[in-house]
């Protein structure tokens, strides 16, 4: 089934700072197409410039659909790329995404990078020569420590065999 793919005109960014988010009226669902973080901030950043805000697990940005007055929200969570938007708004809210994920699975992605803090470790997500990117920097402290115990205690089991 072909999509019908909008102009990326029918889509504008929305002041961020006038944000109200998680409150018991957000609806959430993760993307469509289950691409990774780097994926898709660099669709975004190819049509609409460098995320709102950089912080814990990933990105955030703010659209409003000029058709429909929509206002909803592309960002990364725990869970990998999501939309966003308030459930009095749940009408229109699915058929909007449906059209801005499109928009961006035609998008070429720009090559871009943002780095983020995550319960795992520091982690990178872009493009690179227009070919979408996560790796981690640093590994989490805790994940650190977790493998030194288990490798201490390897060690311990053996010295206790031989």
Not at 57 to 76: H, I, P
């Amino acid at each position: 089934m072909d999509e019908k793919i909008v102009d990326p005109s029918r889509f504008e960014r929305v002041d961020f700072a006038k944000r109200e988010l998680w409150t018991p009226n957000w609806r959430t669902r993760s993307r469509l197409s289950k691409g990774h973080i780097g994926d898709f901030v660099s669709r975004i950043w190819a049509l609409y410039g460098p995320p709102d805000s950089v912080g814990y697990e990933g990105f955030s940005c703010r659209f409003r659909d000029k058709e429909t007055e929509l206002v909803f929200e592309a960002f990364s969570a725990g869970y990998g790329p999501s939309y966003g938007a308030y459930s009095q708004d749940a009408a229109v809210f699915e058929s909007v995404v449906d059209m801005f994920d499109a928009l961006l699975k035609a998008a070429t992605p720009a090559d871009c990078e943002i780095e983020y803090e995550t319960d795992f470790g520091v982690y990178r997500s872009g493009a690179r020569n227009g070919i979408p990117f996560d790796e981690m920097v640093k590994k989490s402290k805790s994940e650190q420590v977790e493998r030194k115990l288990a490798a201490k205690e390897v060690d311990e089991i053996l010295d206790e065999l031989f």
